[in-house]
Each structure stands twice: as structure tokens, then as C-alpha cells.
């Protein structure tokens, strides 16, 4: 584990390669799982605002619930989640002419109609962010849908962090991963010399 500020980072993000691979396994991620995604509590606020320039992008099953229930609830271990549709996909998912599932929240960021990514759990996965007292865990998160992805990240020698870099910047900062991007280049270093 390493320490950067008050996160607790473990070691797997900067040992472990990781790179998702859509095309094999079709944004499962987004459909299998217990609830939905994580929310941060300003989340709930800026998706409910940008509900009316995605609700034509959302099937209508989607919208049933949303209107039923809202864009979020409490799941199981009382945090705030995504609603979902039939205890599977996101209600803010969609399929392409592939058939692989994506967010109509970044889909109408990359047209320019919103200016919210998405939810920075996804944003961020497959790391998991656990929240203490004094601290916040940076975990790596191993579920078998993204074998794909690890298969792809070894053939391409892409380390979590370094594939995950966009989002942990967003997270935690430019600085933060500066730091995180030596700490990696350190153990690079070391790992080379012990071989």
C-alpha cells in the first residue's frame, strides 16, 4: 500500500494491467452487479438537473422508474446508487448498433449537452473508492467481467493508473497523480532491479 495525502492506495493499481476491452465484453459492468452505481451525494443533485437534455436518450423503461423512483436509492449498505432496471442494467444505459452497453450521461457529455462526465464511480472503475474516518481506500476492484480487460491490459503493458488517468486526476488532482505516477515509476524501478 502506499499514502498519498489521506488516501490509502493499494499496491495492485500500480502492479496490475488494465484495459477495457468494450468489444469483448460488451459494458457488462454496467448491467451485472448487486445495485447500481455509487453515487457522491452532489451526483444525485447534477444528474436530477441534467435528467431533461438525457430523458429522450433513455428507454422507456428507464424512464418509468425514474419516474417511479427516482435516478437514485439506497442500496443494501445504505449508499447511494443509480436506479436500476429489473435489478440489472443501469437505468442510464443504452446498446449501440454493437450491442454494447454505454451511458447516455457521456454520451451527451461527448455531444457538448451536458457538462458531466458521468458518475465518478464509473468514471473510475474498476477502482472502488472506501471511505473512512481519516482516510479514503483506493482499491482495485477484480470482478470476472473484466477478464477482458486485464487479458488486454497484459498484452499492452498499461498499469490501472496509467489506463485509469483521465479519472483519477478528476478525482483527486493533478498533483495527487503526479505523486502516484512516481510512486509507480519507482516501483518500476525496483521490480526491474529484483528481476
Given at each position: 500500500?502506499?499514502?498519498i495525502?489521506?488516501?490509502?492506495?493499494?499496491s495492485?493499481?500500480?502492479e496490475e494491467?488494465f484495459?477495457c476491452?468494450?468489444s469483448a465484453?460488451?459494458?457488462?459492468c454496467?448491467?451485472?452487479g448487486?445495485s447500481?452505481a455509487?453515487l457522491e451525494?452532489?451526483?444525485v443533485?447534477?444528474?436530477?438537473?441534467?435528467l431533461?437534455?438525457?430523458w429522450n436518450?433513455l428507454?422507456?423503461q428507464?424512464q418509468?422508474?425514474?419516474?417511479?423512483?427516482?435516478?437514485?436509492?439506497?442500496?443494501?449498505d445504505g449508499e447511494?446508487v443509480?436506479?436500476?432496471?429489473n435489478g440489472?442494467?443501469c437505468?442510464f444505459?443504452?446498446?449501440?448498433e454493437k450491442?454494447?452497453?454505454?451511458c447516455?450521461?457521456?454520451?451527451?457529455?461527448?455531444?457538448?449537452r451536458?457538462?458531466f462526465?458521468?458518475?465518478?464511480s464509473?468514471?473510475?472503475y474498476?477502482?472502488?473508492?472506501?471511505r473512512?474516518?481519516?482516510?479514503?481506500a483506493?482499491n482495485y476492484?477484480?470482478?470476472r467481467?473484466c477478464?477482458?480487460a486485464?487479458?488486454?491490459?497484459?498484452?499492452?503493458?498499461?498499469?490501472?493508473y496509467?489506463f485509469?488517468?483521465e479519472?483519477?486526476?478528476?478525482?483527486?488532482?493533478?498533483?495527487w497523480y503526479?505523486?502516484?505516477?512516481?510512486?509507480?515509476?519507482?516501483y518500476?524501478?525496483e521490480?526491474n532491479?529484483?528481476?
Open positions: 500500500m502506499f499514502q495525502d489521506d488516501t490509502v492506495i493499494a495492485d493499481i500500480i494491467n484495459l476491452d468494450l465484453c460488451k459494458g457488462e454496467c448491467v451485472e448487486d447500481g455509487p451525494d452532489e451526483e443533485t447534477i444528474i436530477e438537473g441534467l431533461p437534455e438525457v436518450d428507454s422507456p428507464a418509468d422508474v425514474i419516474n417511479e423512483s427516482g435516478v437514485a436509492y439506497k442500496d443494501s447511494m443509480t436506479s436500476i432496471i440489472k442494467d437505468v444505459t443504452y446498446y449501440d450491442g454494447i452497453c454505454k447516455v450521461i457521456e454520451k451527451a457529455y461527448r455531444e457538448g451536458v457538462d462526465y458521468k458518475p465518478i464509473c468514471h473510475l474498476p477502482i472502488r473508492l472506501q473512512y474516518k481519516d482516510f479514503t483506493v476492484h477484480r470482478w467481467v477478464k477482458p486485464v487479458q488486454l491490459g497484459n498484452k499492452k503493458g498499461l498499469k490501472i496509467q485509469l488517468k479519472p483519477l486526476i478528476r478525482k483527486f488532482g493533478e498533483e503526479n505523486e502516484l505516477e512516481i510512486i509507480g515509476e519507482e518500476k524501478k521490480f532491479k529484483e528481476k
